[in-house]
T-cell receptor, first 114, second 110 residues
């Protein structure tokens, strides 16, 4: 079946530090890959996505590259801010799934301290 | 556009009581989903719908029912609430390859 594994948190960084949150997946074919962010007390928002191998998704200074050879989609940001404190979810949609169901990782909580 | 809205935002139930959570979207999306979020578990799919009048089971459907009588609305029902159903419930809608989430409903079952 499909699954997503992301690094366990919580992750605590100082402002302006470099961020990496690892995400690997298991799926047949070529899934679409996503990073969602959940700020405290809110729903999930799409942060970025990639739909084919070697695509790079980017938004708000965050980046992730779809690596088919390592089945990975790691999230990176060069300089985090306090406002980036949130829970980050890696997810996939299995190709050919007519319902476009998302399979989520368990989430990684990021805290950025001044 | 309001996007995806959920009603109510908070609710406290006693064991055995019933309730319905309402999800509404104004984006004319075909697909709608109900998830629950529990600490350390991520989001798990309860039920989903691929169009008006259709519903299907997700990963954790037991104890829940759903209906999609109108394209813009997706209702999640708990017929006899149990403490294990204490959770945050999220609705989402999708035109295809991207999902848009509502703000969530926090449900506590005593």
């Amino acid at each position: 079946g499909n699954s997503v594994t992301q690094m366990e948190g919580p992750v605590t960084l100082s402002e302006e530090a470099f961020l990496t949150i690892n995400c690997t997946y298991t799926a047949t074919g070529y899934p679409s890959l996503f990073w969602y962010v959940q700020y405290p007390g809110e729903g999930l928002q799409l942060l970025l996505k990639a739909t084919k191998a070697d695509d790079k998704g980017s938004n708000k200074g965050f980046e992730a590259t779809y690596r088919k050879e390592t089945t990975s989609f790691h999230l990176e940001k060069g300089s985090v801010q306090v406002s980036d404190s949130a829970v980050y979810f890696c997810a996939l949609i299995r190709p050919g799934a007519g319902s476009y169901q998302l399979t989520f990782g368990k989430g990684t909580k990021l805290s950025v301290i001044p | 556009n309001a996007g995806v809205t959920q009603t109510p935002k908070f609710r406290v139930l006693k064991t055995g009581q019933s309730m319905t959570l309402l999800c509404a979207q104004d984006m004319n999306h075909e697909y709608m989903y109900w998830y629950r979020q529990d600490p350390g578990m991520g989001l798990r799919l309860i039920h989903y719908s691929v169009g008006e009048g259709t519903t299907a089971k997700g990963e954790v459907p037991d104890g829940y029912n759903v209906s999609r009588l109108k394209k813009q609305n997706f209702l999640l029902g708990l017929e006899s609430a149990a403490p294990s159903q204490t959770s945050v419930y999220f609705c989402a809608s999708s035109p295809a390859n991207e999902q848009f989430f509502g703000p969530g409903t926090r449900l506590t079952v005593l």
